[in-house]
């Protein structure tokens, strides 16, 4: 079966530390993968898409970066927090008829 | 680049009301899909649309495709409780780029029982 996995489910981290958040993907090959923040429980920002192994596109520049080291692996990651980071970011895996498929979330706190 | 205009913004209904929200857009889209996140979860699909001026039903929900593809609507009849959330629109085109959608930025209902 095709299943998404997004971890961890919640993070508090200091202001000035790194951040890696990992999605992955089963059951599938070659997935487009997306990353998106939503702050305070309201729209979803993409922040990155990726269609193939190395390939990522960035739709707003930023404090964070991604990167997709295997076929169904999307890494997002900060080398140092902002208090601004802090808001609820998901993954997405493009299943083309149905649209996405989103993970559960990650819930970042940055203190 | 495409802006999807979703209203209302939020909802305050009895329990037991019917709940309208709508989509529009400036571009045309093929797909319309709504989804509903749950607090602290990430957004599920509702219903998909796939043909100008279809009417699919999924439960209690009904939604619509609008004839001029730049539109869409949804509607919960007989509101309860765990329908509370973030209603999202999403348009998908064709061609080039058609593996992205472009979001509303959501309709949050809360039901007072």
């Known amino acids: 079966s095709q299943t998404i996995h997004q971890w961890p489910a919640t993070l508090v981290q200091p202001v000035g530390s790194p951040l890696s958040l990992e999605c992955t993907v089963e059951?599938?090959?070659?997935?487009?993968l997306y990353w998106y923040r939503q702050a305070a429980g309201r729209g979803l920002q993409l922040l990155f898409y990726s269609v193939g192994i190395g390939q990522i596109s960035s739709e707003v520049p930023q404090n964070l970066s991604a990167s997709r080291p295997q076929d169904r692996q999307f890494i997002l990651s900060s080398k140092k927090l902002l208090l601004s980071d802090s808001g609820f970011y998901l993954c997405?895996?493009?299943?083309?008829?149905?649209?996405?498929?989103f993970g559960s979330g990650t819930r970042l706190t940055v203190v | 680049g495409q802006q999807l205009n979703q209203s209302p913004q939020s909802m305050f209904i009895q329990e037991g009301e019917d709940v309208s929200m709508n989509c529009t857009s400036s571009s045309i889209f093929n797909t319309w899909l709504w989804y509903k996140q749950d607090p602290g979860e990430g957004p599920v699909l509702l219903i998909a649309?796939?043909?100008?001026?279809e009417l699919t039903s999924n439960g209690r929900l009904t939604a619509q495709f609008g004839i001029t593809r730049k539109d869409s609507f949804l509607n919960i009849s007989a509101s309860i409780p765990s329908d509370v959330g973030i209603y999202f629109c999403a348009g998908m085109g064709s061609g080039a780029g058609s593996y992205q959608l472009t979001f509303g930025k959501g309709t949050k209902l809360s039901v007072i029982p």
């Open positions: 997405a895996w493009f299943t083309g008829y149905y649209g996405y498929t």
């Open positions: 059951g599938t090959s070659n997935p487009n």
């Open positions: 649309l796939y043909k100008a001026g």
